[in-house]
């Protein structure tokens, strides 16, 4: 079994690269972003935590956490950030931790945005990807229609593009087509074999 860690800021590109490890290499993947929202549905430890630390004018009607006003708290207010963090990010990697060993995958990928100490799931290589702001500022608004202020704020809330580099093994260049990426992936894979770095 391998193991690679796949990061990169916001509108990087992780979710493409990942459909297609997915699509075309069997990959099995895990989102870290998703398992801290499924940790965080009513009722699960993070949301209890979280209501407790934050207060429930974050709540919905319905009892579930607002993810607008999360979002708005967490990219608006550093504090908030760090206390969230806190709360869901070591139950996320402890959950990644035993979905991995339970995994009988050949090629497991795990995604993350955060750069935290705490990241660390027994990964074998990290795969930085990587687009200029730019090209991921145009690539939000256009797809996602996040204004240009709002995709600074969460560029600023980041590890900088150093601490990417510094940490990991490998870069991905997306400030191109898809079809460079669908090349990129190809040659680390198949080519030159899953180990090399
Ligand atoms: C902040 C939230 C509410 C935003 O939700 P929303 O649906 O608007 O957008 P989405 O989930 O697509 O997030 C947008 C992007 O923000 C970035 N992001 C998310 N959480 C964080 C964070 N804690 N710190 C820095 N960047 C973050 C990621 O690049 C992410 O892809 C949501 O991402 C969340 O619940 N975050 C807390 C959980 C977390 O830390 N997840 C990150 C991996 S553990
Ligand atoms: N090479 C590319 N060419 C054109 N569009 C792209 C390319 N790469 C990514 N995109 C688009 O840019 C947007 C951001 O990419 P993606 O969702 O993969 O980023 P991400 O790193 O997963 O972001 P997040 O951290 O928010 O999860 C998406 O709409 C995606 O379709």
Redesign the pocket.
Known sequence: MRVIALTG??GAGKSLVLSILENEYKAEVIK??E???EL?KPGREGYVKIVETLGDHILKADGTID??I??QC??RDDRI?KA??EI??PL?WKNIKGKISSSQAGLIVVE???MGEKAEVGYDEMWYIYASEPVRIRRLFENRGYEREHSER?IA??AKEADYLARCDRVIRNDGSIEEIRDQLAEILNNRGQNET
């Open positions: 800021g916001v870290a972003d398992v801290a929202h965080m993810r607008k999360l979002s967490i990219f950030r969230v963090n869901i990010h996320v993350f945005a955060i969460i809330s980041q």
